[in-house]
């Protein structure tokens, strides 16, 4: 009983990851052209996450800034949420007025809509800035329309149990690394 449960999770993350491929490739294509234009331009990708998604927005600026799987010189990338931690509390709307410039990029992550209104004066402030947005949600529907503007870019995993969209998650941010790479050195192989 508990082997099939198990066997169970992998079936059903093999299913979303096989479904996102397919739905979300020219999104997040899309999504990492806006990055490497961003930094081409010498703007900045700020990394923002609340709560657990926290952590991979600290992982996806450590990618970027430090290498993915080639060489490469560091892009200019940096995690709001670790500032966030380490300011007690300071929020994302405070940091972005600090930190952001009309051409840099917000890429926030956010796995359900749960922290919705708490991005909801980020968001504001991103827009006021100037500032592109690449939005990585998630669940079964989308609550995003209004926060979000013509020019954003959300990449929405569509899905309520949010282990699997921040599995989902995962795996679009080491996509869109590597398509950055590729973008900016050209294929290792």
């Known amino acids: ?35 490497v234009d961003a930094i081409t331009g010498g703007n900045r990708i ?7 998604a926290s952590i991979e927005a600290d992982y996806i600026a450590a990618r970027l800034a430090g290498r993915f799987e080639q060489e490469r010189p560091g892009l200019a990338a940096w995690s709001l949420a670790a500032q966030a931690r380490d ?32 991005w909801s004066s980020a968001l504001a402030v991103a827009h006021s800035q100037e500032m592109s947005v690449i939005a990585l949600t998630g669940g079964a529907s989308d609550e995003w329309r209004g926060l979000l503007q ?23 941010l080491h996509a869109l690394a590597d398509a950055i790479d590729v973008q900016l050195l050209g294929s290792d192989e």
């Open 1 to 35: 009983m508990i082997e099939q449960r198990i066997q169970q999770q992998f079936f059903e993350s093999a299913d979303l990851l096989y479904q996102a491929a397919e739905q979300l490739a020219r999104p997040l294509g899309m999504a990492a052209q806006m990055v």
């Open 46 to 52: 700020l990394c923002a996450g609340q709560g657990l």
């Open 87 to 118: 300011a007690a509390g300071l929020d994302l709307a405070r940091l972005l007025q600090a930190h952001g410039h009309p051409g840099d990029v917000l890429l926030m992550i956010e796995p359900l809509r749960e922290q919705r209104d708490a």
């Open 150 to 172: 013509d020019t954003d870019i959300q990449i929405r995993v569509n899905h309520g149990r949010e282990p699997r969209v921040i599995e989902a998650q995962r795996v679009l």
